[in-house]
Structures are given as C-alpha cells and as structure tokens.
C-alpha cells in the first residue's frame, strides 16, 4: 500500500541531544514536508522540499535541520538550538505544490 | 487577525445528526481548499479537496467553497460515533504553503 511511514512513533530526547526523525513515502512525490503541532495551534512548517537536493525553509525552521538525498526520504533533525522541542511532528507529501497533500502517523518527541 | 479562522469546539451532536463545519479565511488568494479528519494522536486523514467554489460530494462528507464570502465547510450526513475527531480545513494560494486552521473537534454521541 501506498504511504507515508514516520518512526519512531515516540521518541524521547535529552537536554543537549540532536535527534532524527524518519520519513519515508512511497507514493512517488515530489514535494514533501515537515509540520509541527502544538495544543491549540495550527500545523506550522518547519521545511519543505519541492525536489531532491533541494529545500527550503519554512515558518519555525530554527533548531531544526533537513536533508533530501532521495525522492522517497526526507529526515528532520531536532538539534540541541531548538528551545522547547516537545511537541507531535508530522511529514508530509503531495505530488507536487498545490495539489492534496498527504501527512504520515506523526512522531511524537518528549525531552526528558 | 489569523489568515484562517476555525471554531475549536467541541461540538456535541447525536448520532445520526448532520455535522456543519466552517472556516472563514481572510486571504482572498486562496485556490485551493482540502479538509483532513484526525483523531487522537494520528496523522490528519485527507477527507476532501477542492479548487473552485461550489460544493463537492463524497459518499456522507460534502465539502462547500464560498469564495466571494471567504467560507468552506464541510458537511457530514448521518454522522457516527466514528466521526468522533478533530477536523482540520487547510488553504493554499498556489504556492509551497498549506495554511492550517486549528481544528474543530467533533463528538458524535451514541
């Protein structure tokens, strides 16, 4: 079946500590995305990336760090600079701007 | 003002109910209209797309585009305790961004 897979589903990170989380689709997408959602808050972009090797920033991208090296792969980084972390992160894809865009289960990341 | 504007809720409605949800959006570049339906700790589920006004039907959910008022909702005919969730409508106005509202949850009671 056709998807976008996130993991871990829970990740818990410590003070100081740079975590990656995983997205892979494969659903032949151009375009894909990273959002974060907080309680009573929209879905804000963190980055995107329209085609491989190639991304932009979107509205919250301090702390956080990408790479496209692959069509089906688009990783976030949460380094240690980004100040409050916590918070449910969701990939998603479309097949190209404008069109519906798909979003993966999330991951859910917790600094302890 | 936020560019999209949604009633967080909840909303309370008996099985079987018809489900009337809204967003009204201040952009009037807006093409582009989708509804997601996400429940506790899932990813948003995409429901509906739509790129003109007029309304759009897909089996119980029926999306609506006003853009001279700058309003979409999304219907929902015999609604289910199923449809329990947080409904999220997004807009994009041709570009890389989907702007979000925060959601509308939904209790569909037995």
């Known amino acids: 079946d056709g998807g976008i897979t996130q993991s871990p589903k829970y990740l818990f990170r410590k003070e100081g500590q740079n975590v990656t989380l995983s997205c892979e689709q494969n659903?032949?997408?151009?375009?894909m995305y990273w959002y974060r959602q907080d309680p009573g808050q929209g879905l804000r972009l963190i980055y995107y990336?329209?085609?491989?090797?190639?991304?932009q920033k979107g509205d919250i991208a301090e702390g956080y760090s990408v790479s496209r090296e692959k069509k089906e792969s688009f990783p976030l980084t949460v380094t240690s600079a980004q100040k409050n972390p916590t918070a449910f992160y969701l990939c998603?894809?479309?097949?190209?701007?404008?069109?519906?865009?798909?979003f993966g289960q999330g991951t859910r990341l917790t600094v302890v | 003002q936020k560019e999209v504007e949604q009633d967080p809720g909840p909303l309370s409605v008996p099985e079987g109910a018809i489900v009337s949800l809204n967003c009204t959006y201040s952009?009037?570049?807006?093409?582009?209209f989708m509804w997601y339906r996400q429940y506790s700790r899932k990813g948003p589920e995409l429901l509906m797309y739509?790129?003109?006004?007029g309304n759009k039907e897909d089996g119980r959910f029926t999306a609506q585009v006003d853009k001279s008022s700058k309003y979409i909702s999304l219907f929902i005919r015999d609604s289910q305790p199923s449809d329990s969730a947080t409904y999220l409508c997004?807009?994009?106005?041709?570009?890389?961004?989907?702007?979000f509202g925060t959601g509308t949850r939904l209790k569909v009671l037995a």
């Open positions: 952009n009037s570049a807006f093409q582009y």
């Open positions: 739509t790129y003109s006004s």
């Open positions: 997004a807009m994009s106005a041709g570009t890389y961004k989907y702007i």
């Open positions: 990336s329209q085609i491989v090797n190639d991304f």
């Open positions: 659903l032949n997408h151009d375009a």
């Open positions: 998603a894809s479309s097949q190209v701007m404008n069109t519906e865009a798909f």
